[in-house]
DNA sequence: TATCGCCAGATTGTTAACAATTCTATTGAA
DNA sequence: TTCAATAGAATTGTTAACAATCTGGCGATA
């Protein structure tokens, strides 16, 4: 698997109408096009990706295993929308796996996977120059660098739980989710420390630095939050002045 | 808005078909009704079950979602069958699951449930007593140890991990995945530990207790192992020589 | 004898129609 | 004006038939 961009799956060519009806669908959530919250109804869907309501429901209900879509029974479904609280809850999962997967990377990572994260850390290194501006870029390549990780813990459980199900939902919520969030130098440095222990095969380390690294995404998170509460507040108050 | 009865929610009796289909299988996989590996073929299940391919197809995909089902387009699908590797890999999710989990349940248990876990390891003692013969509720008693912690934790993300993903699969291969196995005082030991690490909301020491409660059943699996390894040889050279 | 191709049966993928439930807008009464 | 009841529309749940694909056995050929 040698893919520039971890998060780009290759396509088998064998594919099934509900498999691309599941990709469509989820490549529409992840990038916005159907918002959280947003109902889906599945006749229009169906109309929309050019096929039946059977392989959309099929895509439907394997969305719903990755948590990207919520169902009712007989009220139908909608693009999951997590609250400030399931956002925290997920950084502790992320915090957990992301913790032991690190530990394992550094474990049985190739040195060439060693070298090309090493590379992905110089690159975001120049990213960072050119400031601003790239932030949608710059959160993506923040994601890449964990999906790295993932990959080279050489455990498919813990890869598919990471990749498959929680980077998913954090891309869906990257405004708020990116560890560099109002801190890149920092986080970058972090990261680089972390690939410091995976060099040094010290797995214990790597899984203490990683861990360290989620839980100060997550405290700075737990800020803007604090922030976009205050921020509401204000808006409220200026609606009420009107 | 409707009658106000209607805003009660009524769970169990409100199920759609494929639900109750959904429930069905995952039981019967759980159960050893359905082997491990075992094919699945749709119309054989759903005369099985009273239905049609539809929900029976629906109620898949959620098994699929729940990694208790595999399936490979056009040809079907199976059981899951974990090799051995893939069940060390399921150790070290736990591990990480279960340790962040049973940190957050220290923080967060109610002082009730956690006089229920110590009367729930009350029992566990005497049920040790009258030792082997009850075995399988013995593996069923200790999950439910886990599963207790799982609820206490007050993470939902984490919660439906572990009871709705994770456990069920521990359950399909119980007979290997006993953290009790070969050593039900030793395992009941370590339980009461982490009791006392959770009733002195003491979650740091929590997390580590379990997590070597956990690297403590592996080790042991691993033994097992190399057992059954050398008992499949052995086995293999008799039919050799038959 | 081994291998390849082909055919029949079975199984999965897909579609469209039907049934049951929920949502919405209108009406009528307090 | 507000609220509740209701009828119709829209949506989801379910079924059965049709299409595409796979499986396994048979015979032809080298």
């Known amino acids: 698997m040698g893919a520039t961009l971890a998060s780009i799956p290759i396509p088998s060519t064998v594919q099934t109408l509900a498999d691309q009806v599941f990709e469509a669908l989820q490549s529409a959530i992840i990038t916005g096009d159907l918002k959280p919250g947003e109902k889906l109804r599945e006749p229009e869907l169906a109309r929309r990706f050019g096929t039946s309501r059977g392989p959309l429901r099929d895509a439907l209900r394997r969305l719903e295993g990755r948590h990207l879509v919520t169902n009712t029974p007989n009220t139908g479904a909608r693009v999951v929308s997590l609250s400030h609280g399931q956002l925290l809850d997920l950084y502790h999962v992320r915090e957990a796996l992301e913790g032991m997967t690190c530990r394992l990377a550094a474990e049985h990572m190739t040195d060439s996977e060693v070298d090309e994260l090493a590379s992905l850390l110089d690159r975001h290194e120049s990213e960072i120059q050119r400031k601003e501006g790239a932030e949608y870029f710059q959160q993506e390549g923040d994601l890449d660098f964990h999906f ?95």
């Open 148 to 242: 790295r990780i993932a990959n080279g813990c050489k455990n498919d459980l813990l890869r598919s739980a990471l990749c498959e199900d929680h980077y998913q939902l954090m891309r869906l919520y990257r405004y708020k989710f990116s560890s560099r969030l109002g801190r890149p130098r920092r986080a970058l440095e972090e990261h680089r420390m972390i690939l410091g222990a995976i060099r040094d095969r010290d797995g214990e380390l790597a899984e203490l630095l990683m861990r360290r690294h989620i839980r100060n995404a997550r405290k700075m998170f737990e800020k803007n939050l604090e922030g976009d509460l205050a921020k509401q507040d204000a808006t409220k108050q200026d609606s009420v002045n009107k």
